[in-house]
């Protein structure tokens, strides 16, 4: 996995670190559950409900029938491409950035790497949310680390 973010954001750097190196022993599956969870939660603070989103219920869905082994690579890959077509649309730049970490979550599916770009994109939907806070960007970094170390035990 690459090691520095690939998108431009205020963050917690020793936190994000840390988020790196569990990711790169956390197999893909505990990846996607973990991305998925902070997804939503990313769409959340920028007032999208995922559930009245179709094309995030459904990409979201996919991801899971992936987990279960019910889904292929491709479908996933298809689901995330949807996602960034309609984040490319969005007008506000949280929402867009709240649609990214969303597409990335499920591409989870496609290649792990995608998981962190999401968290990525989670802290910037959070920090957008409140103001460029960089309080927010611990407080995201923090959740994220707790909610990884859970899925890592799980896989």
């Given at each position: 996995m ?5 998108i ?6 020793p ?17 996607a ?7 939503g939660r ?9 559930d009245?989103?179709?094309c995030?219920?459904?990409g979201f869905?996919v991801?899971?029938r992936?987990?279960?082994g ?6 996933v ?6 996602i960034?077509?309609i984040?490319?649309?969005c ?6 950035a709240?649609?990214?970490a969303a ?6 599916g496609?290649v792990?790497?995608?998981?962190l ?6 802290v ?9 806070d960089?309080?927010?960007a611990?407080r995201e970094?923090?959740?994220q680390l707790?909610?990884l ?7």
């Amino acid at each position: 996995m690459q090691k520095g973010p690939k998108i431009s954001l205020t963050d917690d750097g020793p936190l994000r670190t840390e988020i790196h190196r569990i990711c790169e022993t956390t197999d893909r599956r505990g990846l996607a559950r973990w991305s998925i969870l902070l997804a939503g939660r990313a769409l959340h603070s920028a007032g999208l409900d995922p559930d009245s989103i179709e094309c995030v219920r459904e990409g979201f869905a996919v991801n899971g029938r992936w987990q279960e082994g019910l889904a292929t690579v491709g479908d996933v890959r298809r689901a995330a491409f949807v996602i960034h077509r309609i984040a490319r649309a969005c007008e506000s730049e949280t929402e867009r950035a709240a649609l990214r970490a969303a597409g990335h979550a499920v591409a989870s599916g496609h290649v792990g790497e995608h998981a962190l770009v999401a968290s990525d994109y989670a802290v910037r939907t959070a920090c957008l949310a409140d103001l460029g806070d960089i309080g927010a960007a611990t407080r995201e970094r923090l959740l994220q680390l707790e909610e990884l170390r859970g899925a890592s035990e799980h896989t």
